[in-house]
Nanobody, 114 residues
Framework: QVQLVESGGGLVQPGGSLRLSCAAS????????MGWYRQAPGKQREFVAH???????NYADSVKGRFTISRDNAKNTVYLQMNSLKPEDTAVYYC????????WGQGTQVTVSS
């Protein structure tokens, strides 16, 4: 079965950085569309970033220039490097497989606060 396990979340001050990791299994990772979504308190889940099998990417306008999605096919792992974090980035971050999010991980909490 598909498994997506996020890690790397935590508490960070505004302007700080975090790198999230997602360990994937149960599918052919190298040809999969991978992504990140997030859900802030009281809000619906929001698209953050996608990476396709050719390593092309899409980003939400709210994170462009600050977040970078990457993948390591040898490790079946996708990453989200988050820089210049803002309080409004506070959310549970989910790793996904498939366009639009077909499979989801359990999420990892990111809190940006001073």
């Amino acid at each position: 079965q598909v498994q997506l396990v996020e890690s790397g979340g935590g508490l960070v001050q505004p302007g700080g950085s975090l790198r999230l990791s997602c360990a994937a299994s149960g599918f052919i990772f190298r040809i999969a569309v991978m992504g990140w979504y997030r859900q802030a308190p009281g809000k619906q889940r929001e698209f953050v970033a996608h990476m396709f099998s050719d390593s092309s990417t899409n980003y939400a306008d709210s994170v462009k220039g600050r977040f970078t999605i990457s993948r390591d096919n040898a490790k079946n792992t996708v990453y989200l490097q988050m820089n210049s974090l803002k309080p409004e980035d506070t959310a549970v971050y989910y790793c996904t497989r498939g366009r639009g999010g077909v499979n989801w991980g359990q999420g990892t909490q990111v809190t940006v606060s001073s």
